[in-house]
């Protein structure tokens, strides 16, 4: 019994420690420079709605931290090297604070001696959407094992799976699955792909779900980078023929080419396919507009591969990658018709020598946000890869600086409300992608980015895998992992019937003719 | 008479069982598979926090395998990790033979089940540290340890009957029964030994090596190659490279071993790695080839397949600071520094984040340095792997040593126009064995080899007798390779006629196209 009670005794000091709690010094010294905090969360705007922002100093032996709202509540907390502050009265500062300011004084407490550093701020801003979801996975590379689509609540902590593979290896079962995507930021409908084992792209309607095969003849590959349409329940798709290689000697690590790509529109209430562009051109990430009238995708014109056949296709590709640039083009669509305009160039990017991915309009209708780098179209390996936004009524182009860092920043979704952007960028660290937020003010200008916050500040250093794809959306997903896991692995999918023209293959050469 | 048999009985000699099986095991667990063991710790990582270790927990029994990769820690230090192993199956050995009541006359089962395990490990073979779950090794013996305790216990519990000694005779135990255990006893430890000296005798050599590559102790990795010269596997040749060419001897010593490649024990794989398990040295090849970017593909993808692993994080902290991807190295070394034992690695690289310059005066980095290429190229315009493919087709390189290595890889591939090609900046000198040997067996086919070679007409007469007594056997090269091996060991021409014929028969499958995509 003696022996039970010096344990818990024991147990109750580690964990006590572990705890340790400081009151706000009286006796410090002061520095004119702000606490090196990690993440940076320095003079950021923030959602009110947004989890706490729990930050580490490294090397102190002790740190307090008093966040006053303009309106005069005030958050106290401590800790040894990092914060952890209570949800509760997090939300309650913010809310009290919305549209205003919390100002974020630092003290930390170093060998025997109190510092208090220059105060930060918060601006407090409008909500954003309450769900992020994207996809863990170890940055690249060629293989898969353990990966998932997660959905993570902005305004706490928890993360719940929407779907994993198998956790353990397994020949007949392993697969990868990838691009997730909402209609209009709603759950009621998703999708994502399936590939290698149990392959197919799994539709999700509420709480439940199907399989569907997009593959025939005359389309180029199956269905890869989604755009539902806002209205109906058509969905858009590039298909890509996409590999990657391995630099020996760069700054970059992989760079992923495609050698060929078109653009597919799915009808979801008929199981239907076809062709909505096949040329010569690159063509792929389709977006579409708010109010589903016009479509934005990216095309590259390579005149090295044309009527070249498939085989030699890669080979060029990769010779010439640094050669290879996109431009922004959009086509307006008719919706009774259900057929769609001339394409028209948006954004030249190929004749600064520039190259533009993945276009998402913002819901209001008055901006293109996209990813510009140096070539190519895989921006998320590219180190010149910035955001930039085109503002429609105004036809400009500029990057958003303020976000932007010097390493890689891509893959991009706007929230519902038009006032937040969230994307992956390697910033950290250069090699794992990490979802940033930032606030896309009303004169168009983005405001300093600031990581997903997370209940244990070292979160990111500590985790091995990247965030892909962050999406936002306004509500949970609704169906279950069980659901998924039995849609996955129990059923084989409809395949889509083609309903567009056929497509024509050069008998002498192999090449596709478009 | 009775009494005579008995007063005999007595005199004969009587050894205590357990303390012995306790003995044997931990020498067998820290010295006879000791590196083998140590490499599966190396392959394994372990921290505290359930998060991170998610990967596994999130497995079917992670939470036994979590336990058992803590305690595989401990072979940091095989004599540690050893003295854990040994106990917890001795332990669980006598709470055996207790718990099922075994009379003196059975007692000899208890010692099955470990003779069992012992077996298993035997017969998995390098899968013990490439393809199983690390948490094996020690989990098991834990999970047996406990509930075996438990059953101990429970029978303790309600028995009155006294329990057989440990460290001592039991006192129920004949002389004739002691024998019956000491026998099985033998047979528990005589089994698994003879599996591996007779059916896999490349384990211990392998982690031999791979220890040796770890600690770079090139001269133990050169001899232990050397003491096993008949034995041809690829690991066992990958690794006897890299030590050849942190120690300059590539294109002297390389042939010192035979190469015609057996099969290992491998559950799966793919393209090559199913029977070379080439992901056994890859990562290895590529970083002491000066391939740092293709040795971050690799370990990641080690990284991606088997969950964060020692051995890939060292490697791809390594590549990080020769990179100057300054934060990406802070994040690996936070990441290994909750890693049990680890703290020297930590230290040590910590350090060189703070003073880059270090990383110049680092004798591995340094060397690496002198091999890395010149220029850009993508992994797949050279046949894989990728530390072969590239340096048969160099053009340029930063040193000499980029240069030899190149020549030694034409040399092995058996590319011999490539191989001349790159001869030319050592026209008028003597260059090293290897690469005399085969400019002689070219000399035959280009006359102008010896103008540019002089130095080495001497050699021609060796050569000439030497191909000569070959001929008879150039009929069925297959069959007397390893009949001509041990008398033309080290000899290139051999090499040439008679080595790694399966492989320059056909040239390896890209493994990359086997199962590659894009994620």
């Not at chain 1, 998402?360 to 930039?388: C, M, N, T």
């Not at chain 1, 706007?414 to 003010?441: E, K, L």
């Not at chain 2, 390098?126 to 406990?146: D, H, K, Q, R, S």
Request: glycine fraction near 6%.
């Amino acid at each position: 019994m003696k022996k039970i009670l010096y344990v818990a005794l024991v147990a109750l000091m580690l964990i006590s420690c572990g705890q340790k709690s400081y009151q706000v010094p009286t006796a410090f010294e002061e520095r004119q420079t702000q606490a090196n905090i990690y993440p940076d969360y320095k003079d950021i705007t923030i959602p009110e709605n947004i989890a706490p922002l729990n930050f580490m100093v490294e090397n102190v032996q002790g740190m307090v931290a008093v966040l006053k709202g303009q309106k005069g509540q005030e958050l106290v907390v401590s800790g040894i090297d990092r914060i952890d502050m209570d949800t509760t009265a997090w939300r309650t500062l913010l809310k009290e604070n919305a549209g205003g300011k919390v100002n974020v004084e630092v003290y930390t407490l170093e060998g025997e001696k109190w510092y208090k550093h220059a105060s930060h701020s918060l601006s407090v801003a409008e909500p954003i959407d309450a769900y992020l979801s994207y996809r863990l996975i170890e940055p690249g590379y060629e293989l898969y094992r353990q990966l998932g689509i997660y959905q993570r609540c902005l305004e706490n902590f928890a993360q719940k799976p929407i779907y994993e593979n198998n956790r353990s290896y397994d020949d007949g079962h392993n697969h990868c699955i990838n691009c997730h995507n909402f209609q209009n930021y709603s759950t009621d409908r998703m999708l994502f792909h399936v590939r290698s084992n149990h392959g197919g792209t799994i539709l999700i309607n509420g709480d439940k779900a199907t399989k569907i095969q997009i593959k025939d003849p005359n389309i180029l590959a199956a269905g890869v980078y989604p755009s539902w349409h806002p209205t109906k329940n058509l969905i858009c798709f590039s298909t890509n023929k996409t590999g990657q290689t391995f630099h020996m000697y760069h700054e970059e690590k992989i760079e992923v080419v495609d050698t060929d790509s078109d653009l597919l529109l799915y009808d979801a209430d008929r199981n239907e396919i076809k062709n909505i562009l096949s040329t010569d051109y690159f063509e792929t990430f389709p977006c579409w507009t708010p109010t589903g009238d016009r479509l934005y995708f990216c095309a590259a014109y390579v005149p090295e591969v044309i009527g070249v056949p498939d085989s030699l296709r890669a080979q060029l590709i990769t010779t010439n990658y640094e050669k290879i640039h996109y431009n922004l083009m959009s086509m307006p669509y008719d919706m009774e018709k259900d057929s769609f305009g001339t394409p028209e160039v948006v954004v030249d990017a190929a004749q600064n020598g520039k190259s533009v991915t993945f276009p998402r309009v913002s819901p209001d209708g008055k901006y293109v946000l996209y990813a510009e780098g140096d070539y190519g179209q895989f921006h998320i390996w590219h180190k010149s890869s910035d955001l930039w936004v085109k503002d429609l009524q105004a036809d400009t182009c500029y990057a958003l600086t303020a976000a932007n860092s010097d390493d890689v920043d891509s893959y991009h979704s706007w929230s519902s409300n038009g006032r937040w952007i969230v994307f992956s960028t390697r910033r950290m660290d250069g090699n794992y992608t990490r979802p940033f937020i930032a606030y896309f003010g009303k004169d168009g200008k983005a405001h300093k980015a600031f990581c997903l916050p997370q209940r244990d500040p070292e979160h990111n250093v500590l985790l091995m895998k990247s965030y892909n794809v962050p999406e936002l959306s306004k509500n949970a997903v609704k169906v279950s992992t069980k659901t998924l896991h039995d849609v996955v692995y129990n059923t084989e999918g409809e395949t889509a019937k083609y309903v567009g023209q056929p497509r024509v293959t050069d008998a002498q050469t192999g090449a596709t003719r478009k | 008479m009775k009494e005579k048999v008995a007063l005999k009985e007595k005199k004969s000699l009587i050894l205590p069982v357990l303390p012995i099986l306790f003995v044997v095991l931990y020498v067998w667990s820290a010295w006879y598979y000791g590196d083998v063991l140590r490499m599966a710790r190396e392959r394994s990582f372990w921290v505290a926090d359930a998060e991170q270790m998610e990967f596994l927990l999130s497995q079917e029994y992670g939470g036994l395998w979590y336990i058992g990769r803590m305690l595989m820690m401990l072979f940091r230090y095989p004599w540690l990790g050893g003295l854990v192993f040994a106990a917890m199956i001795t332990w669980s050995t006598w709470c055996l033979g207790y718990a099922m009541r075994l009379t003196a006359r059975w007692r000899w089962i208890q010692y099955l089940p470990a003779g069992a395990f012992l077996t298993w490990i035997a017969y998995e073979g390098v899968n013990v540290y490439f393809e199983n779950e690390a948490g094996l090794i020690m989990g098991i013996p834990f999970c047996t340890t406990v509930i075996l305790s438990i059953w101990a216990m429970m029978i303790a519990s309600f028995s009155r009957k006294k329990s057989p000694a440990i460290i001592t005779v039991p006192k129920d135990e004949t002389p004739w029964q002691n024998r019956i255990q000491l026998i099985v006893l033998l047979l528990v430890f005589a089994i698994p030994e003879m599996l591996t000296e007779v059916y896999r005798p490349y384990v211990r050599v392998i982690a031999k090596m791979n220890v040796g590559v770890i600690n770079n102790d090139w001269q133990g990795v050169i001899e232990t190659a050397r003491d096993n010269a008949e034995l041809s596997y690829r690991p066992i040749a990958a690794h006897y490279a890299i030590a050849l060419v942190n120690t300059n001897q590539i294109c002297e010593r390389l042939y010192d071993i035979r190469m015609d490649y057996d099969t290992l024990y491998i559950h799966r794989g793919d393209a090559l790695s199913s029977t070379h398990a080439i992901n056994l040295y890859q990562e290895d090849c590529d970083y002491h080839a000066g391939f740092v970017q293709t040795c971050i593909h690799h370990a990641m993808e080690r990284v991606t397949m088997i969950g964060p692993n020692i051995h890939s994080m060292h490697l791809l902290t390594k590549c990080a600071l020769l990179r100057g991807e300054w934060e990406v190295a802070k994040k690996y070394l936070r990441i290994l520094s909750d890693v049990p034992f680890e703290k020297e690695f930590v230290e040590k690289y910590s350090a060189y984040l703070d003073n880059p310059s270090l990383i110049e005066s680092d004798k591995e980095m340094a060397s690496i340095r002198q091999l890395e290429p010149i220029n850009d190229s993508f992994e797949n315009v050279y046949p894989q792997p990728a530390f072969l493919g590239y340096n048969a087709m160099l053009t340029e390189g930063r040193s000499q040593r980029a240069l030899f290595n190149s020549l030694a890889v034409c040399m092995y591939s058996k590319s011999m126009p490539a191989f001349m090609m790159r001869t030319q900046p050592l026209a008028g000198t003597l260059p090293p064995e290897n690469i005399s040997d085969a400019l002689c067996l070219m000399s035959s086919k280009d006359p102008n080899v010896m103008k540019q070679f002089p130095q080495l007409n001497f050699r021609l007469q060796t050569l000439s007798s030497s191909i000569n007594e070959m001929k008879p056997y150039m009929k069925d090269r297959a069959k007397y390779a390893k009949e001509l091996f041990p008398r033309y060991k080290g000899y290139y021409p051999y090499y040439y006629f008679f080595g790694n014929l399966k492989a320059t028969r056909k040239s390896p499958k890209d493994q990359n196209s086997s199962t590659a995509g894009v994620n």
